[in-house]
């Protein structure tokens, strides 16, 4: 009923800085995307688990992975459905696909419906190297 779709990974000297965009689009029956509460980043390196980077609430909190606090910033637009990782100061070992997440989805259509299913988009590169 979701559908998380990513944009902004590449190829960065070490240094540099990217933005990914992770924007939620679908539908509950006749129902619209109301509000999303949480929505996230996570992060997965060749032979290694899949790791949290950063997560925000609707509300506007957020939290992040010890690796990238001070050089990553996540920030949400409402009115879009859409999460944002902003990365500066890249480091080699930030070299990874990142995979957007959403959970709690709230659709209004008269009502409101509450989607508890975890959702997760295909991915998108990011390597960091000279």
């Known amino acids: 009923q979701v559908q998380l779709v990513e944009s902004g990974g590449g190829l960065v000297q070490p240094g540099g800085s990217l933005r990914l965009s992770c924007a939620a689009s679908?539908?509950?029956?006749?129902?619209?995307?109301?509000?999303?509460?949480?929505m996230g980043w996570y992060r997965q390196a060749p032979g290694k688990q899949r790791e949290l980077v950063a997560v925000a609430t609707s509300g506007g909190s957020a939290n992040y992975a010890d690796s990238v606090k001070g050089r990553f910033t996540i920030s949400r637009d409402s009115a879009t459905n859409t999460v944002f990782l902003q990365m500066n100061s890249l480091k080699p070992e930030d070299t990874a696909v990142y995979y957007c997440?959403?959970?709690?989805?709230?659709?209004?259509?008269?009502?409101?419906?509450?989607?508890?299913?975890?959702?997760w988009g295909q991915g998108t590169q990011v390597t960091v190297s000279s």
């Open positions: 679908g539908s509950a029956g006749s129902g619209s995307i109301f509000s999303i509460d949480y």
């Open positions: 997440n959403a959970e709690d989805v709230i659709f209004y259509s008269g009502s409101y419906y509450r989607d508890q299913t975890e959702y």
